[in-house]
């Protein structure tokens, strides 16, 4: 109970009350000091759990008793896994803030925000407090995009913005619809998933579908993709971190409990597995006809998704184990891959392939960062990503057969076309390059955070698989 309320209570301090009122020279580190103590006491309650089998933490409080709703936050292995994943890459994000040369005490503000965001997303158990936390999230990623982005920001945070309306309408309506139609009339996650086979077929089924629209579109998944290569490539580099590697999962970690919440037939499943398929070969064919580097990751983050997708849709736990370790796995490669290059626009004042050259002479440690977040997303042994794999898609041949397998082609085309990139621009230093800006070395240590992060989930899977078991 107490971890919930020290999390909360410290993402606030430090990301509402602390950070503006720091001296400028103190407020970066005023987030990260507090950044550190969520990191803490998020491996205590693991420790908890793996040694202790302590779970889970909870805490509810009254808040609309007309309306039989409830402020309820619970810790599940679930949950415990992608809020180490939101501490780890706020830290780096943090790290990755250019003093002096950027704004960085509300850069801090924000990243602080998010994770406050992702956090109470991650821990609601209350489908109210979770549209709340989602509707957070948003209007900070809006304003990371708007106010600190590039010359396009603007354009690219109001299509964000856009979609993110209809989104969140969609989302509204499915909750609204779920409190009509359960005849407990509540909000909270487990009374609705003990009471979800009372509602009609029919009825399901349309909050089911208008539910899952609103998680596609944050995603995203085809064909609701298309703010994704904008707000990515426009978003501060700390910005692009943090939105590259936990946004998505908001909508990822909705679809799964919209599985857990409602059972579907296998036809319905089936069809959510196609458009994964078509979404995953959309992306990666327009991955590999982008010449700006943040674009392209951009779409090869929509592959992995589609792919986590069919995880998710297998049903089974083998698939349920497999999906949020690849959320866990390709949340840390994903953000790496952005860190690294959005400190290769900022030496080179590019994001064009074409225009970037010999990174590894003028950049060693961003160079081989990138080298290894290539290596890491696309799912090299010992690695997280390759961990995910297998189980995905182990779990999808047992449920839909042959059919579930056809995606690993557009894992050989992402990674033949990246390391094409890491031939051609990162390791290339025989030809010309533009001029070249210094690197600071807090990024550094951001790349190391990261790095460790993702051998350790590859190496060690037994601990996360043991996390996951208690669900």
Known sequence: ?????????????????????????????????????????????????????????????????????????????????????????????????????????????????FQLSSIGLFLSYNLLLFFM???????????????????????????????????????????ILIYLYTPAHSLNIDTIIANSATIPYAIGSVIFAIMFVAFMIKIPLFPFHSWVGSAYAEAPTSGSVVISGILSKYGLYGIFMLFVMFNTTQSMRISILIIAIISAFYSVFVAIKSRDIKVLLAYTGMVESAIIMIGITSGNTTGYYGAIYGMFAYGLSIALLFLAAGTIEQMYGSRSVDNIKAIVKNSASTAYAFIFGVFAATGLPLTGIFIADILIFTSGFESFGILALIPIVTIMIVAAYLYRIISKSVLNSKEPTLAIRGLESDRIFAYIIIIAAIIFIGVFPSIILSIFSAS
């Open 1 to 113: 109970m107490i971890y919930i309320i020290l999390i909360l209570f410290a993402m606030l301090a430090a990301g509402i009350a602390l950070v503006p009122i720091s001296p400028r020279a103190l407020c970066r580190r005023t987030a990260l000091i507090f950044s550190g103590v969520i990191f803490a006491i998020i491996l205590h309650m693991i420790f908890n759990l793996l040694v202790y089998n302590i779970l889970p933490y909870s805490e509810s409080l009254a808040y609309i008793p007309e309306l039989n709703t409830r402020v309820l936050f619970t810790v599940t292995p679930i949950s415990m896994i992608l809020m180490l994943m939101t501490s780890i890459i706020s830290i780096a994000a943090l790290l990755s803030i250019r003093p002096i040369l950027e704004r960085e005490r509300g850069l801090s503000f924000l990243i602080m925000l």
């Open 133 to 175: 936390f989602w509707e957070m999230g948003i209007i900070t990623v809006f304003m990371l995009i708007n106010i600190f982005g590039s010359s396009e920001g603007n354009n690219a945070s109001m299509r964000f913005l856009m979609y993110s309306i209809v989104s969140s309408s969609l989302l509204l309506l499915g909750i």
